[in-house]
């Protein structure tokens, strides 16, 4: 079983669409949770940390359920913009551990 | 922010040939870099943890010998691809942590190709 696990779409969503990207760990002992986007042939960028109790930053929303290893991304209103590949990302333990990405969820919005 | 500057962003060789990446950290201190691998249209893929001053952690698949890694001060570690092949043609990218604001930053990728 791979350490992160994700639906890699691709999604195909209107502008305005609200759309979930979900993502499964198999590591009990993570520390951190992260969403990061990657557009094509760039390095990943941090979108959001996820937390325990939810976070919401602008319109991304991000939740995480440690019973179930499971996090979530949810995205309103999706922008031309949005466009990219989100990565659901994990880290092993504290300490100077790497990250472990997910393959990729592809998101296109269409005008 | 914290920046780690990677070079060459991109690099055409031939097969049999060998090639250095390099990572550099510019605002900080990286005791631990960590190179990944990313093929067309698939995950990162963790290679090996770069340590500053002792040998590198190679991640179960990868070849010490072929992916040879230098981190011999705190700012630069090296990856050299040596006696490369077709195969090997892929997206490289590096990250270190920044010790003081816990971030992780990414270089900016080497899109190797092997003829």
């Known amino acids: 079983r791979k350490e992160v696990e994700q639906d890699p779409g691709p999604f195909n969503v209107p502008e305005g669409a609200t759309v979930a990207f979900n993502c499964t760990y198999s590591n009990s002992a993570s520390q951190s949770f992260f969403w990061y986007r990657q557009d094509c042939r760039k390095e990943p960028k941090l979108l959001m940390s996820?937390?325990?109790s939810g976070n919401e930053d602008g319109r991304f929303t991000a939740q995480l359920n440690r019973a179930s290893q499971y996090i979530s991304l949810l995205i309103r209103d999706s922008k031309l913009s949005d466009s990219a590949t989100y990565l659901c990302?994990?880290?092993?333990?504290?300490?100077?551990?790497?990250?472990?990405f997910g393959k990729g969820t592809r998101l296109s919005v269409i005008a | 922010g914290a920046v780690v500057s990677q070079h060459p962003s991109r690099v055409i060789c031939k097969s049999g040939t060998s090639v250095k990446i390099e990572c550099r950290s510019l605002d900080f201190q990286a005791t631990t870099m960590f190179w990944y691998r990313q093929f067309p249209k698939k995950s990162l893929m963790l290679m090996a943890t770069?340590?500053?001053?002792?040998?590198?952690?190679?991640e179960q698949g990868v070849e010490k010998d072929k992916f040879l890694i230098n981190h011999a001060s705190l700012t630069l570690s090296t990856l050299t691809v040596t006696s490369a092949h077709p195969e090997d043609s892929s997206f490289y990218i590096c990250?270190?942590?920044?010790?003081?604001?816990?971030?992780?930053?990414f270089g900016s990728g080497t899109r190797l190709t092997v003829v």
């Open positions: 770069s340590n500053e001053g002792s040998k590198a952690t190679y």
């Open positions: 990250s270190a942590r920044d010790q003081l604001n816990y971030g992780y930053t």
């Open positions: 990302v994990v880290l092993r333990n504290s300490g100077n551990t790497p990250l472990v």
């Open positions: 996820v937390y325990s």
